[in-house]
């Protein structure tokens, strides 16, 4: 069966489509063949998959073939089953009949023939060629239609369908598609069925010697090409992919060997998407193929099934996931294989696969997380690509040029070497091949780091072995060999001896100094250079591609395409969010960036690298391209950048460089900071310098208080460094925009570690404060770092995440007091006398050392300058026993006596004992005072003004460690006089003798000794008896303790005449009091202090106090006297009745002519009467004659009628002419009489009074009933009416309103009426 | 046999807290940097996997030549993100590679439970690097155990 593969092959590529046969009975098919194949392709098709689950095809395509064409005529039976696939899947035949007899007679005959045919899905297709017109001839069409469904549609099934030549019916098409599809369907069906069974015969086989795989593909291809012909895309994927199982069991288990195939010229490129690459017939090996072409070939139809299934990310996918596959295949066949055939070929197919699924994938189609995966693979591949390709590239011996980054070294350290069967020799002709190396690229900064490895052994060894000539000899035996080289190239094998030496063995140079030295002997290894040659030859040949073979044939175009791969690994990665891979890759770009000058693009990506592992904290990794960007950016002239970057690159673990590369970084940043710099650029160095407080509480200061704050500042700088200035900022934790800038005052040498830097802190705010941002110059360099450590320069990007536990580093603490100063004194001082006055100055938990206090005395007080100041502990009485008690070692301090102090310009400096203790200030002072005090005359002493003796002294205390706090103070200070007087006559003689009481009230809290007491009196009055006014001597000296009173008396008498003589009046009698005193100057008044001459008699010293008394003269008698007499004998004053009223007026003495002006005897007099309560009759005023004449007196009478029962004032006469002083009234007062209520026996109603009286309402609903009952019983007699007396508006109302309804028998008078009649 | 393995723990944000060379091979000088290159390349692909699946181990998750990268990452439950990834990287064997994969798992249970105890104490910042020399030492022990 094998023999038809070719066969299989040609059928396969002519048939295309569905192939429907048309069995053209009347000939027909000329003529209604247009309009059929009009209708192709299939709008839609309902097939049955290989699982028998219909499927919905749209858009199949089929052909219409006649029955008698050559191509459904010429076959063997034998190749119909094989092929099966190709024969019509549907036949129609086209007949036409116009007459009954006809069809009966030959036409149904001759269709009975060929439909008895089983094997073939049939259907009749009537073809009416009546004109619509001819009504005759399309009954007949109809009627022989008819006939023929009969004969031979069934119920099952409709077989027959009817197509009218001139106008078809509607539905005929759809109706036609409908059958053809049944036909196809159950065609479809039935050749499955027979493939799936054909293919299980074969397959049960397997195991035996005479399966023959070329078979079973053909059957197994016919029967996915059938699928694909009926555009069941899924199935035909699923044979090709059994297909595939089956093959690689195939290969895998059967233990004959197999050519692999892969040696024909351009096998090197890959073929894994051209289906037909070679024909199979070349590929075919025995029962089976070759491996390397078949499972391109495979792959090529699966990929092809998958992008009509528009499945490119499948493609990818599979086409990676085959790619490794396959080459790992090529690698076990390396041997065999031109050189470096497997490289080569992967690199083709990555591309291949790119290239093809990225033309046919449409983005934005498929859901994001497959177009994520889908970018990745597309990386994947290009990376893998871009990986072969740097092998490629080392053979060449283009390693120098070769990035040696982690993701080269990654890629390429653990790939193994091609293993060709024997390495490839150098041609003879290209022996003069030279390449001149330039030397390796020398990192920045002077960096000596291990290059990463490109090769995962040396590469000469490797070479050397593979040679045929060369036995495969112990690695003694090349070592040996070795050491003749004398090249440097001789050292690659011992790589690990050094470094160094291995940096020189990676120069590989291709120069050679002995060119015809090796071409004699060719046992003896290849060189380096010679390998590079030979593989560059070997390559050549390998390489079908001229493209590829460009790609690898110059520097140029090697970094060109390297650059591209690179790129499009990069850019595909990223768009699948793999941002590691795109920017490691990114990277690379970068470094071929560098080396092609283009420093701008290459300091972009390098800082996109930077970023990455710096934002991760990869720092090994950050290790190896920061060098790179910081070369960019100092070759850019981008200071800022290069800063940064040289202070991130000191930043790093310290063990990541060398400390002489450390220091060359350093360096770096010093002399840039020194240099002239167009633009100063600020430099974050959080990283490198850190700073802290220093451990433990806040520093904690007082409002104002200036400090000085250390911190710790850590410098991870190798070596020490100087700062030309230093900042450190306060930020406050109440409110983030406050806080202080502090400044360090000299320039500091930071060395590497912790420093301790002290700043001078300016007073703050109160508040708490953490620092904030230290700022420093080097140079013309401005850095500022954020960062603050805890312990230590810590990684702070591993702290970034959470939170700073921010710790402050300065209280201040709101203003509070730190001093008191409180007078000590609580009662008040003696005016006018030079006293004391104590000043307690108490600081409160803090320092008073140095503080100077500022006296400024209020007016009327004066520090008295001829006494010192002293200055003593305070010992507050309920204080001192626990002051005693728990400051054992205070004691002796506490016992500080008095010091003396003088007084500068006002200003009293402070001792320094008493900087930590209370202390008190006696300061003597005295209060001026030009007022005289006033006694009083009798009852107790009136409070005396307090502001009046009042003074103030303003004190301001200076202190704080300079003198910055203030703590002002004003005291008030209350003075006064020692006594208060309170003069009282205390007895009067009718000889003018006048026995004054002077009563001394104590005003001060101390003992007051009365030592001598005389009066100065006034004009007017004399001294009686004595001349001297003093009291008896023998009381005194009188003690009067505090707040208590003593009274002296003296006897004055009125005088006159020696006043009169003298010019100055004396207004005033002086109290004279001489007298001593005995206080405590704590307490309050005491003896005056003295100035230090008179100490010793300060104790005899008497102070006098003198006091302004006024004495007055007797006032004289009344010269008139009033009396009211007393009413009539019985005494008793009836409503209405006339009474009359006496009064007598006496005169009591003669009233001199100076003060009663008129001298006539007549007197005015006037009687006032309350109008509602009495009536007055007569005069009311009027003169009287009364004689001036001592004891002359008249009466005077007026009558009068009281109108209102109870107690009412009686009328009152006065005087008006004559002062009511002169008046002597008996009674003095207002008084009351009694009036009574009128008899009963009078018409006068007492209701009447009393509801006059009370106003009340029922009252006068009674009075009305009242006055009804008094009419009924007074009907028959005659009589008046009844005068009713009232206020007008309480009673007329209402007896006025009921009168109107009923008669009352009354009139109505008003009170006011009666007074006039 | 002498195998290569590098070990890192990575915090949540991807940074490494530790990492620690266990291999019983000589110590390549370029190794180190070059596992640290090719674990932090697999961090990409844990960001993807760790989101498809609910197991912690995340087996094989990248083969790079010889070296395979496992990883395990905790705490993604609840749809947080990893906090803490733990990278494996051993060049196995290919016929021990299976048994291998049980004893990274083992590893990775008992490095996990040391981690937790690092984590509990409270002068411990979680996501600083790890530099208890105890740590190390049970990570190493812990390493020829089960490598």
């Known amino acids: ?1317 | 046999m002498t195998s290569t393995a590098c070990f890192i723990i990575a915090s949540r944000n991807d940074i490494p807290i530790y990492e620690a060379e266990v291999g019983s091979a000589a110590k390549r000088e370029d190794a180190a940097q070059l596992h640290q290159f090719i674990l932090h390349a697999a961090l990409d692909i844990v960001q993807d996997l760790a989101w498809t699946t609910s197991a912690m181990f995340l087996k094989a998750i990248d083969r790079f030549n010889d070296l395979v990268v496992t990883t395990r990452s905790r705490n993604r439950n609840k749809g947080k993100a990893p906090t803490i990834k733990v990278d494996f990287l051993t060049n196995p064997p290919v016929t021990q590679s299976l048994t291998l994969e049980h004893g990274i798992k083992s590893f990775f249970q008992e490095v996990h439970e040391l981690y937790i105890k690092i984590l509990l104490n409270p002068l411990y910042l979680p996501g600083s690097r790890i530099t208890s020399s105890h740590f190390d030492t049970k990570v190493r022990a812990l390493a020829r155990k089960y490598l």
Request: with cysteine.
């Open chain 1, 1 to 1317: 069966m094998a023999n038809y593969l070719a066969q299989f092959q040609t059928i396969k590529s002519t048939c295309a489509h569905l192939v429907i046969a048309v069995e053209d009975v009347s000939d027909l098919w000329p003529t209604v063949k247009n309009s059929f194949e009009e209708q192709l392709p299939f709008k839609r098709a309902s097939l049955n998959n290989k699982t028998r689950n219909p499927v919905f095809v749209e858009n199949l395509p089929a052909e219409f073939i006649l029955t008698t064409d050559a191509r459904l005529r010429s076959r063997f039976p034998q190749e119909q089953y094989l092929f099966w696939f190709r024969e019509p899947y549907a036949t129609l035949v086209l007949v036409t009949c116009e007459d009954l007899d006809e069809f009966k007679t030959i036409l149904k005959p001759r269709l009975k023939l060929i439909v008895q045919n089983d094997e073939r899905e049939w259907f009749i297709v009537f073809v009416s060629r009546a004109h619509p017109s001819n009504d005759n001839a399309t009954k007949m069409a109809k009627k022989v239609y008819a006939k023929l469904e009969v004969e031979f549609s069934s119920k099952k099934r409709e077989r027959c369908c009817k197509f009218d030549v001139h106008g078809p019916e509607a539905n005929f098409w759809e109706d036609l598609e409908a059958r053809i599809m049944e036909c196809v369907r159950n065609t479809l069906d039935r050749r499955l069925q027979f493939y799936e069974e054909e293919i299980r015969k074969l397959s049960e086989q397997r195991f035996m010697p005479i399966w023959n795989f070329c078979n079973f593909f053909i059957l197994k291809e016919s029967l996915a090409f059938m699928f694909e012909m009926a555009h069941l895309h899924e199935d035909a994927l699923r044979e090709y992919d059994e297909l595939e199982l089956c093959y690689l069991e195939t290969v895998n288990i059967g233990s004959k060997r197999r050519e692999f195939g892969g040696l024909d010229h351009g096998d090197d490129q890959a073929a894994l998407l051209l289906p037909g690459n070679k024909p199979l017939t070349q590929i075919v090996q025995d029962d089976s193929f070759r491996e390397f072409e078949f499972r391109q070939y495979l792959f090529a139809y699966q990929s092809k099934l998958l992008f009509k299934l528009n499945r490119p990310f499948e493609v990818a996918s599979r086409g990676y996931s085959f790619i490794i596959s396959f080459s790992k295949a090529l690698g076990l066949h390396e041997s065999i294989l031109p050189f470096c055939m497997r490289e080569v070929w992967v690199i083709t197919a990555c591309l291949a696969v790119v290239n093809a699924t990225n033309s046919q994938y449409n983005e934005g189609n498929a859901p994001p997380e497959i177009e994520r995966e889908f970018y990745r693979l597309q990386g994947d591949l290009y990376s893998l690509c871009r990986a072969k390709f740097l092998r490629l590239a080392y053979l060449i011996g283009y390693g120098t040029e070769i990035e040696r980054s982690a993701v080269n070294s990654a890629l390429l350290s653990m790939l193994p070497w091609p293993k060709p069967a024997v390495w490839p020799l150098v041609p003879d002709n290209a022996a003069s091949e030279m390449i001149l190396q330039e030397s390796p690229r020398v990192k920045p900064f002077g960096i000596e780091r291990k290059p990463l490895a490109l090769e995962p052994t040396a590469l000469i060894r490797e070479a050397n072995r593979r040679r045929a000539s060369l036995s495969a000899g112990s690695s003694s035996e090349m070592l040996d060999s070795k050491q003749s080289f004398g090249d440097g190239s001789a050292t690659d094998v011992s790589s690990k001896t050094s470094p160094s030496s291995k940096a020189q063995a990676i120069s590989m140079p291709r120069t050679y100094s002995s060119a015809g030295n090796f071409e004699g002997s060719i046992d003896r290894p290849m060189k380096l250079a010679e390998i590079f040659v030979a593989a560059e030859h070997a390559l050549k040949q390998t390489i079908s591609n001229p493209d590829m073979q460009k790609a690898l044939s110059s520097i140029q175009d090697i970094e060109q395409k390297y650059m591209d791969l690179t790129k499009g690994a990069a850019d595909n990665y990223h768009r699948s969010w793999w941002k590691r891979h795109g920017v490691v890759l990114d990277g690379e770009i970068a470094a071929v960036c560098f080396k092609r000058g283009n420093f701008d693009l290459a300091a972009k990506s390098y800082e996109k690298v930077c970023a990455l592992y710096a934002g991760e904290g990869w720092q090994d990794l950050l290790a190896e391209v920061l060098p790179n960007l910081a070369e960019c950016q100092r070759i850019l002239n981008d200071q800022a950048g290069y800063l940064s970057s040289c202070v991130r690159l000191l930043s790093l673990d310290k063990g990541l460089f060398s400390i002489k590369e450390r220091q060359a970084f350093q360096s770096e940043v010093v002399s840039l900071a020194h240099s002239e710099m167009k633009h100063p650029v600020p430099l974050d160095v959080s990283s490198l310098i850190s700073f802290s407080g220093n451990p433990g509480a806040p520093l904690e200061l007082c409002d104002g208080d200036p400090g000085t704050l250390s911190v710790a500042v850590w410098s991870g700088f190798p070596d020490d460094i100087t700062l030309d200035s230093l900042s450190l900022t306060l930020t406050a934790t109440f409110n983030a925009d406050e806080g202080g800038k502090l400044r360090s005052s000299s320039s500091n040498v930071l060395k590497p570690g912790r420093n301790t830097i002290t700043f001078p802190l300016p007073p703050q705010k109160p508040g708490s404060y953490v620092l904030g941002v230290l700022t420093g110059h080097i140079g013309q360099l401005t850095f500022r770092s954020h960062s603050f450590s805890k312990a230590g320069p810590t990684d702070s990007d591993d702290f970034m995440s959470y939170e700073k536990t921010t710790r402050p580093i300065l209280k201040v603490s709101k203003p509070r007091p730190l001093v008191d100063l409180s007078a000590a004194i609580s009662s008040a001082l003696l005016i006018n006398e030079t006293q004391w006055i104590g000043i307690i100055a108490q600081p409160i938990d803090y320092s008073l050392k140095g503080a100077v206090l500022h006296i400024d005395t209020g007016p009327g007080l004066k520090i008295e300058e001829s006494h010192s100041i002293e200055m003593e502990t305070y010992r507050s009485v309920d204080h001192s026993s626990t002051d005693t008690a728990n400051s054992g070692g205070a004691r002796k301090d506490d016992n500080k006596g008095l010091e003396q102090l003088s007084l500068l310009d006002g200003k009293i400096e402070f001792p320094d004992w008493a900087s930590d203790m209370t202390s008190i200030l006696w300061i003597p002072i005295r209060a001026i005072d030009d007022k005289l005090s006033r006694g009083s005359s009798s009852g107790p002493p009136r409070k005396q003004s307090i502001v009046d003796r009042m003074r103030t002294i303003a004190l301001k205390l200076e202190f704080g460690i300079s003198n910055n706090q203030i703590y002002d103070k004003t005291i008030a200070l209350h003075f006064t006089d020692p006594f208060h007087v309170s003069t009282r006559v205390a007895d009067q003689y009718n000889d003018g003798t006048l026995l004054l009481q002077v009563t001394l009230h104590s005003q001060v809290k101390a003992t007051l000794t009365v030592n001598d007491a005389w009066l100065d009196l006034q004009d007017g009055f004399i001294h009686a008896g004595q001349s001297d006014g003093r009291p008896v001597s023998a009381f005194l000296p009188l003690e009067i303790s505090p707040n208590s009173r003593a009274g002296l008396l003296f006897s004055v008498c009125l005088g006159k005449g020696t006043a009169e003589d003298e010019i100055k009046l004396q207004l005033e009698s002086i109290l004279n009091i001489r007298y001593g005193i005995a206080g405590v100057r704590t307490i309050g008044a005491h003896p005056p202090a003295v100035a230090k001459s008179n100490d010793t008699e300060s104790t005899s010293h008497d102070l006098i106090f003198r006091s302004a008394l006024i004495l007055q003269r007797p006032v004289l008698d009344p010269c008139l006297a009033v009396g009211f007499l007393p009413l009539p004998s019985n005494g008793l004053l009836r409503v209405g009745q006339l009474v009359t009223l006496k009064w007598r007026v006496e005169r009591l003495k003669d009233i001199e002519e100076t003060k009663v002006p008129q001298n006539n005897d007549e007197v005015l007099y006037e009687v006032n009467a309350n109008s509602d309560n009495w009536m007055i009759a007569g005069r009311k005023r009027g003169h009287v004659s009364l004689s001036t004449k001592q004891g002359s007196r008249i009466f005077i009478s007026v009558l009068c009628m009281p109108l209102f029962a109870g107690y009412v004032h009686p009328p009152h006469l006065g005087l008006p002419d004559i002062d009511e002083a002169n008046i002597s009234c008996n009674p003095a007062g207002p008084h009351l009489v009694c009036i009574l209520p009128p008899d009963l026996s009078s018409s006068f109603c007492p209701v009447v009074a009393e509801s006059n009286s009370n106003k009340s309402q029922s009252h006068c609903h009674l009075f009305q009933s009242f006055l009804a009952r008094r009419r009924d019983l007074l009907k028959e007699t005659p009589h008046a009416p009844l005068i009713v007396i009232g206020r007008p508006s309480q009673l007329r109302s209402s007896p006025n309103a009921y009168q109107r309804l009923e008669d009352l028998d009354m009139h109505f008078l008003e009170k006011k009426a009666t007074a006039v009649a």
